[in-house]
């Protein structure tokens, strides 16, 4: 049996991927709703340290599966960790907790997992699409889909090049470009800017915040369960809700009429027999001694 190599294993997933779940050869939008959507896995946004980008963490005992991602002001990275991420989900890339592994190093599963990352996020059918044969492959083409697939320039010359629009040297080259200075030059830093706005918030995972809001609006969770998910204040959440028309229920206390209570019978023979008999005995104790 032939063993296919990491890059045609990734971009067959990625293509499987798509169409699996009816997304064409389009751009894809807001990554955390597509995954979580899809392949039914929690996403989370978090705080976490400069040199962290994502994981991915199974439960073995229920099957639950978790990604977090970092907060950060690259958006574009934050999207190829999430789409990376995603490949580790679909190929089960998974690992035991006495397994000692270093996800920094270069291995077939990361290369896989790249290679599924860059053609999910520009599948080739989809850029030859969307450049066609008549638009000069210049540095204007390079922003043009960086900014229409939300990816890297790294990704993006990476692609042109299995598209065949550039070669080698020509990757190489524009792989050093950045996405802020594709997006001053040709125009668009303003959209740069609100997606770097976008991608340096907080989010919890969507269905863990919808159990949570259902569960304020029965009464049994606190608006400040709900703002530590968040990471903002009870206040601002509970405003949020009271916006949106949701107030935690009030949980009525029934008392019962005395009317309604059951006769109880109670038989005092046998307390008073207990009674004399400990009156008895304690008499008989408290008597002094003879002299």
């Keep these: 049996m ?13 293509e499987q991927f ?10 894809l939008g807001d990554l955390v709703a597509l995954i979580e959507q ?9 705080d976490v340290g400069p ?16 990604i977090g991602v970092a907060r950060t002001k690259r958006p574009m990275r934050q999207r190829s960790t999430l789409a990376h991420e995603l490949a580790h989900v679909v190929f089960g890339d998974w690992v035991d907790n006495n397994t000692t592994c ?31 044969s ?35 040297n020509t990757k190489r080259e524009w792989m050093s470009v950045t996405t802020r200075w594709l997006a001053i030059r040709f125009g668009w830093g303003d959209q740069y800017r609100m997606l ?6 907080r989010r919890a995972p969507q269905r863990l915040l ?16 709900i703002a530590t998910l968040r990471g903002i204040t009870a206040d601002q959440a509970a405003a949020e809700l009271r916006e949106a028309g949701i107030f935690p229920a009030r949980q009525l206390v029934t008392w019962a009429d005395p009317s309604e209570l059951p006769d109880v019978e109670v038989d005092l023979n046998a307390l008073d027999s207990v009674l004399g008999s400990a009156e008895g005995a304690f008499e008989t104790a408290s008597e002094p001694d003879a002299e």
């Design 38 to 46: 899809s392949a039914g896995v929690d996403v989370a946004v978090l």
């Design 102 to 132: 270093d996800w920094s190093e270069s291995s077939p599963r990361e290369s896989r997992a790249n290679a599924f990352a860059r053609h999910l996020l520009v599948p080739v059918d989809g850029l030859k699409a969307f450049l066609g």
């Design 210 to 225: 919808a159990r949570a809001i259902r569960g304020y609006a029965e009464g049994v969770v606190s608006a400040q369960a």
């Design 2 to 14: 032939t063993t296919l190599n990491a890059e045609v294993e990734g971009r067959i997933a990625a």
């Design 134 to 168: 008549t638009i000069p492959i210049n540095l204007a083409a390079l922003s043009a889909v960086v900014q229409r697939f939300l990816v890297s320039p790294s990704i993006a010359a990476i692609a042109l090049e299995q598209a065949g629009y550039i070669d080698a």
């Design 51 to 66: 040199d962290e980008h994502g994981l991915t963490m199974r439960d073995s005992q229920r099957g639950a599966v978790f």
């Design 18 to 27: 798509r169409a699996q779940h009816q997304l064409g050869w389009q751009p």
């Design 196 to 201: 770097q706005s976008d991608t340096d918030q």
